[in-house]
């Protein structure tokens, strides 16, 4: 079990438990009769026995997909609530994946201009990534994730016991998150040292499955570091989004539809991690270890067909990038990532195996 902790003002915390079991004891953290579930049809069926703790009233069920991420499913979760008298001590449990946490952590933070945020995530990703660090939100007709606010949890409750019901797809999508977090745990200035990469590169993959309670634990306190150190992204938690200005594109070629998030962060790492070895910023060594733990998990396999033109123009288009100059996290040293400013076309083009 661990206990991680980020101080989001003065008098309040964000309190992130990792714990085997922890959502059969929900009434320690939780006054239960006066929450009001979010989740979606697919963990309400798979999880009847968790969901009948609420009050059935109380229970919000969400249509399934990254789609239902909508202005429409917020005003739904919203009118549910105050038809239901939602009140200003109330609480707003978000279960499910990245989706449910972040449309009904949006829904928490202006709901009577905000009630009490608890996450219990459900996946892999959710549990290492999204439902850390304060960020909720919606998509718009003009891209994803544009409207929301920073909003954080009082607890995140994390079970890994939700995750034996997780498909194999969802498990390597998270992984490429996780092999990130593995390349800039010193950047993210976290107090232990980790060595996430050594300890991912060392374990087959059946064995990281076996130890993955250990592997969100370290993936959560990397994420908590760096969020702690700058809340709104305004320096620091850039490092987070090392690899995404890439797979960003990757996910717009592909129609957010061929390509999970998860394997476009993968391409995004090795391309990125080309780009650190042109540059002569990373040696060989360090190189080749990056890609065998990427190949491990089967992650960015072939080469992609897209035409390396509009991969760039993509880039360009990203929401993180400024004046249409390409700035670039890279990998600089073992663990280590440092933004580039207006990296070159000809040097991208080339990192792009
Ligand atoms: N707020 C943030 O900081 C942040 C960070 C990263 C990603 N995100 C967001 O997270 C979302 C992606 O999250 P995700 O990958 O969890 O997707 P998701 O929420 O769509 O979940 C993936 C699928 O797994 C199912 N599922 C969830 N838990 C399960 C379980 N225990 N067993 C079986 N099936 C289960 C879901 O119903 C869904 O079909 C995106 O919308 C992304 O924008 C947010
Ligand atoms: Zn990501």
Not at 150 to 174: G, H, M, Q, R, W
Request: charged letters at 30%.
């Amino acid at each position: 079990m661990k206990e991680i902790l980020i101080k989001t003002n003065d008098i309040h915390e964000s309190k992130i438990i990792v714990k085997k079991g922890i959502s059969q004891n929900l009434s320690e953290y939780i006054n239960i009769e006066k929450a009001f579930l979010v989740t979606n049809t697919t963990l309400k069926k798979l999880y009847p026995d968790f969901v009948s703790k609420f009050n059935k009233k109380r229970v919000i069920t969400i249509k399934d997909g990254e789609k239902y991420k909508n202005k429409k499913t917020v005003d739904y979760i919203l009118n549910e609530l105050l038809k239901n008298k939602i009140e200003r001590k109330d609480t707003v449990v978000a279960f499910g994946g990245g989706v449910a946490g972040d449309i009904a952590g949006y829904c928490a933070s202006i709901v009577l201009r905000g009630v009490n945020l608890v996450q219990i995530p459900t996946t892999l990703l959710a549990m290492c990534d999204s439902s850390i660090g304060g960020k909720t939100g919606y998509n718009t007709k003009y891209g994803k994730n544009l409207a929301g606010s920073f909003y954080f949890a009082s607890n995140v409750l994390i079970d890994p016991c939700f995750l034996e019901t997780l498909n194999e797809k969802e498990y390597k999508c998270a992984m490429g998150e996780i092999i990130k977090y593995a390349m800039i745990e010193k950047s993210s200035k976290c107090e232990e040292d980790y060595n996430l990469f050594e300890f991912l590169s060392e374990k087959s993959s059946s064995q990281i499955k076996d130890e993955i309670e250990r592997i969100i634990e370290i993936s959560a306190s990397i994420k908590a570091s760096v969020v702690q150190k700058d809340k709104f992204e305004g320096g620091l938690r850039k490092i987070l989004n090392f690899a995404h200005t890439y797979a960003h594109s990757f996910e717009v070629l592909s129609n957010y539809k061929k390509m999970t998030h998860g394997e476009a962060v993968a391409y995004g790492i090795k391309y990125a991690s080309k780009l650190g070895l042109d540059l002569g910023k990373i040696n060989k060594e360090y190189y080749d270890k990056i890609i065998s733990l990427i190949d491990k998990f089967g992650l960015a396999p072939n080469k992609l067909n897209f035409n390396k033109k509009d991969i760039i123009e993509k880039m360009k288009q990203d929401k993180k990038v400024q004046d249409k100059k390409i700035n670039l996290l890279v990998p600089v040293r073992s663990f280590e990532v440092e933004l580039f400013d207006n990296i070159e076309e000809p040097l991208i083009e080339a990192s792009l195996l």
